[in-house]
C-alpha cells in the first residue's frame, strides 16, 4: 500500500496530516517538539495522546482538540477504527491569518494549554471541503485560497471559545502592552537552548523589571514566568529522554544543569520519578 504523505500546504507555515497516525512520521521532516499550533479533528474512534511529555488527553468521536506550538506531542493509543486528522499551523501563520482576533486562541491557550471542544456539522463539512483545497496544488491561485479556508476555520473555531469565555469564572484583564510582552517572553524561552535560568534573566533581555514581567504573566496566562521556565525545561528534559540516547549526564550538561545529580533531584521534584525512571517507563511503552 502506498504510503500517505502529510500535505505541506504551505512550506514551513501549514501542514495537514489526514491520519493522526502520520504525527508519528514527522520526526523525519518537522521538529520533534511541535512548532506548530495543531488542531487534531476526531471523526470516529478515540485517541490517547501524550502532551508536554507527561499529560494524557483524550479525544473522542465529534471533539477537536486545540494545542498551542511548542507542546511535545505524541499518539499512545489510536483505535483501530479511528478517522482522525491533524491541521498544523506555525504561529507567524495563526497571527497572520487571525489577525486582531489572536487574542481569542490566545486566551484559551494561555489558560488551559489544551483545549477540547465538541465539534459541530461544520467541522466535518469544513474537513470534507479543506482536504480538497489543501490537496488541490494545481490550482492558480492555491496559496490564496488554502490562506482565505484557513481563515474562516480558525475564526469558527475563535467563535465558538468566545461563547464557552462567557461560562468562565474569570475574564481577561491583561492589557495589550501585557499580550505583546507576554508573547515576547515565551519566544524568548522557547529559543533558549538553556532555558533554566533565573526570572531576572529573562526579564533583563525583554528590558523590563523581574516584577513587571511576573505580573504579566500572571495577569496574561494565570501562572507565574518562574512556573513557564520550569514547564518548558521539563519539556526538554522529556524530549531529550524519549527521542534521543544521551546519557543523563549528556543531557544534564545540555540543558545546563551543574551536575547529573541536581538534574536528577530537579526531575523529580516535577515528575515525581527519576529520568533513568522516564526512560524506562518509555521504553516499556513501546
Not at 465539534?119 to 496559496?143: C, E, M, T
Request: hydrophobic residues 40%; contains cysteine.
Amino acid at each position: 500500500m502506498h504510503k500517505q504523505e502529510p500535505i505541506v500546504v504551505i512550506e514551513n507555515e501549514v501542514v495537514f496530516l489526514d491520519s493522526i497516525k502520520q504525527v508519528e512520521d514527522l520526526s523525519a521532516t518537522l521538529p520533534v517538539k511541535m512548532e506548530y499550533n495543531a488542531i487534531i479533528h476526531c471523526r470516529q474512534g478515540r485517541v490517547l495522546l501524550e502532551l508536554g511529555g507527561n499529560q494524557q488527553v483524550h479525544v473522542q468521536a465529534g471533539q477537536l482538540l486545540l494545542i498551542p506550538a511548542q507542546k511535545l506531542l505524541l499518539p499512545m493509543m489510536v483505535s483501530t477504527n479511528v478517522d482522525s486528522s491533524v491541521l498544523l499551523v506555525s504561529d507567524r501563520m495563526l497571527k497572520s491569518v487571525l489577525g486582531s482576533q489572536i487574542d481569542i486562541w490566545n486566551r484559551a491557550m494561555y489558560m488551559h494549554e489544551t483545549y477540547v471542544l465538541d465539534a459541530q456539522q461544520w467541522s466535518d463539512i469544513l474537513h470534507r471541503q479543506g482536504k480538497d483545497v489543501f490537496s488541490g496544488k494545481d490550482k492558480l491561485l492555491y496559496k490564496e485560497i488554502a490562506i482565505s479556508f484557513l481563515r474562516i476555520f480558525l475564526l469558527i473555531i475563535c467563535e465558538v471559545l468566545l461563547h464557552m469565555e462567557k461560562d468562565l469564572p474569570t475574564s481577561d484583564a491583561s492589557t495589550k502592552r501585557e499580550k505583546m510582552v507576554f508573547n515576547q517572553f515565551l519566544s524568548l524561552l522557547s529559543h533558549e537552548t538553556q532555558k533554566r535560568r533565573q526570572v531576572a534573566y529573562y526579564a533583563e533581555r525583554l528590558f523590563i523589571s523581574p516584577k513587571y514581567l511576573s505580573k504579566v504573566c500572571r495577569n496574561v496566562s494565570g501562572k507565574s514566568p518562574l512556573r513557564w521556565i520550569t514547564d518548558s525545561v521539563m519539556e526538554d528534559s522529556y524530549a531529550l529522554l524519549r527521542n534521543t540516547d544521551l546519557t543523563v549526564k549528556e543531557i544534564s550538561n545540555r540543558m545546563g544543569f551543574p551536575n547529573s545529580s541536581f538534574f536528577c533531584q530537579y526531575f523529580r521534584e516535577q515528575a515525581g520519578i527519576t529520568p533513568i525512571e522516564y526512560r524506562n517507563k518509555i521504553t516499556n511503552q513501546l
